[in-house]
């Protein structure tokens, strides 16, 4: 129920909330007005009159007053009249008022104060009067002093109070709401172009950006923030892109060629060396098995994937790596510290350690040298070989998918190009980095890794 009295447009909330805020606040202020001001513009009118009506009660007790009463500004009467109802002294122009008459002073020294409709003299209107009455003692006896004021202007004041607010309140509201909904509208204005725009993009145009208002507040924020995503998403979109794209290349290589071996093998049966055609299948497929799991791997670190982690112990890795590789065509020499914890996957740090070492003895001519260190709060693993090094201009390529050098071509016709960026990939994964260093001859692979904490 609530949901469907709210309503679901933001500039419409916000309109809303902006005119039920300052209704809340005309409100309480037309409240407070109606419930002070009336008495505050009678208080006023009381004050003057009380005073007057003091002064002449005073020159009646000492006797010295005047038949003719001179009358302040803004109070319209004063009079004085005996106990027995006789007007002693009276302002100029007034006859007797037999309505002020029927109001008295029970209690002498007391100010007595009414409102009541009455006129000065015959050819006046009657009007709405303050009255007050004070009975004193005097040189004639007890005296009554009467004294009235006009609430004219009071109670016009008041109408127009009323007025303003029963009518200026709902005028203002309406004021409030139009100027909200336009203010509103004209800062939403922007969302809306990068809503329009954003529904305009699609896989096929990668490319089109959002417009980014040059105002710089939160809605640019928003636009320049949906731009950066854009532009990671773009990239991302020509990665995998390029990776299915070489990936199909790659995997078509082996295919094609196993498949031509069984074709030739079918066609002439009786001419086929089985064995020798069986050991090359098998080759081909062992390279496939290989790709895909390296594709597999790269598509889990791709989709943030840890996999099994706990505290492996480098030097251990690097000591199994030398012990599988035993009798190669080049060997490995260690330089291992005593020991080198890294919190991790171990199956992927063992794939990077043999990525590493696999490259190296395509690569090396007479050795690989194999470090592990721990300097201050990092593991760092380093991979030598003696070959002809890399280019400068290919040192961050040979990183990026499915690359691979001439050199590397020419030495294994069977790489896929995947372990140098997988290698990357599992190294960062880890909170590492991996690098090739300058050095000669020869190229040098350097991975670092944070200690564990609390080792």
Known sequence: MVRRLFPRSIRARLTMVATLAAAVVFTVTAVITLSTAPANLRGAVCTRLELAVRQVASEVQAGEYHTVLQTPSRVQLLQVVSARGNVIATSPGVNEIPTLMSFGADQPEKIYTTELTLSRHLTEPEAHYLVMALKVNSPVGLTTVYGAASLADVDKAINWVEVMIFLGIPLIMLSVAGIAWAVVGAALRPVE????????????????????????????????????????????????????????????????????????????????????????????????????????????????????????????????????????????????????????????????????????????????????????????????????????????????????????????????????????DIATAHGGTLTLADHSPGARFVAVFPLPEHT
């Open 193 to 424: 172009r990068v809503r329009a725009e954003l529904a305009e993009i699609t896989g096929q145009d990668l490319s089109r950006r959002v417009p980014v208002p040059d105002t710089g507040d939160e809605i640019t924020q928003l636009a320049t923030t949906t731009n950066h995503t854009l532009d990671r998403l773009e990239r991302t979109v020509e990665t995998q892109r390029r990776f299915v794209a070489d990936a199909s290349h790659e995997l078509r290589s082996p295919i094609s060629a196993l498949r031509a071996q069984l074709e030739v093998a079918s066609a002439y049966p009786d001419d086929t060396d089985w064995p020798a055609t069986g050991e090359q299948a098998l080759a081909a497929a062992d390279r496939l098995a290989g790709i895909i799991d390296e594709l597999l791997m790269l598509a889990r670190l791709d989709a943030g994937a840890a996999g099994e982690r706990r505290v492996v112990d480098l030097v251990r890795v690097a000591a199994d790596q030398i012990d599988r590789r035993e009798g190669s065509r080049v060997p490995i020499i260690p330089d291992l510290c005593a020991s080198a914890p890294v919190h991790g996957s171990p199956m992927q740090l063992d794939r990077l350690l043999t990525n590493l070492l696999d490259n190296a003895t395509r690569h090396a001519a007479t050795r690989i040298d194999l470090k592990v260190a721990v300097e201050g709060d990092k593991v760092i693993v380093t991979v030598t070989d003696d070959g002809e090094g890399v280019p400068p201009p290919d040192r961050e390529r040979i990183f990026e998918r499915f690359t691979r050098l001439a050199s590397a071509r020419a030495k294994d016709k069977g790489g896929s190009g995947l372990g140098l960026a997988l290698s990357r």
